[in-house]
């Protein structure tokens, strides 16, 4: 008995943490670590949305396991999936490798993606450098 309740208890008690709404905040910058502005940043499972302001910064509420997606005209579209509380220090960039008429194979598929996560990877590192997340501290 005295374990059945409180298993009912410890059931509840992860449950209530897990749907509560919490306030996501963060910000979204382009491959040149400019603000972006009016990046329509929306929660697929409430359908809520909101837009950057002129600082690049958002807030949204969400809760553990819902979708945001980030999109913004001549940016590929960015997912991510709320799996704690944090900030969001996002950069925007095209990701589109193919040319018109080109054929690409897989290789040559795998070298461009690379290509372009290890120059997201600086672009992290340069964000840091020059404190642009410092308002979300």
Same mark, same amino acid.
């Given at each position: 008995?005295?374990?059945?309740? !409180?298993?009912?208890?410890?059931?509840?008690?992860?449950?209530?943490?897990?749907?509560?709404?919490?306030?996501?905040?963060?910000?979204?910058?382009?491959?040149?670590?400019? =603000?972006?502005? #009016?990046?329509?940043?929306?929660?697929?499972?409430?359908?809520?949305?909101?837009?950057?302001?002129?600082?690049?910064?958002?807030?949204?509420?969400?809760? +553990?396991?819902?979708? !945001?997606?980030?999109?913004? +005209?001549?940016?590929?579209?960015?997912?991510?999936?709320?799996?704690?509380?944090?900030?969001?220090? !996002?950069?925007?960039?095209?990701?589109?490798?193919?040319?018109?008429? #080109?054929?690409?194979?897989?290789?040559?598929?795998?070298? #461009?993606?690379?290509?372009?996560?290890?120059?997201?990877?600086?672009?992290?590192? =340069?964000? =840091?450098?020059?404190?642009?997340?410092?308002?979300?501290?």
């Amino acid at each position: 008995m005295k374990k059945s309740l !409180l298993m009912l208890v410890f059931i509840l008690t992860i449950n209530s943490i897990y749907c509560q709404s919490i306030l996501t905040k963060g910000k979204v910058v382009d491959d040149k670590l400019t =603000e972006l502005i #009016a990046v329509n940043v929306k929660n697929t499972k409430s359908g809520q949305h909101v837009l950057t302001d002129k600082h690049g910064n958002f807030e949204i509420e969400t809760n +553990i396991g819902d979708t !945001l997606v980030f999109s913004y +005209i001549g940016l590929t579209d960015e997912l991510i999936v709320i799996s704690e509380i944090k900030s969001i220090k !996002l950069i925007m960039t095209d990701k589109s490798v193919n040319c018109l008429g #080109a054929e690409w194979s897989k290789r040559d598929y795998r070298k #461009a993606d690379k290509q372009i996560q290890k120059r997201l990877k600086t672009l992290y590192k =340069e964000a =840091e450098k020059n404190n642009i997340w410092q308002q979300l501290k």
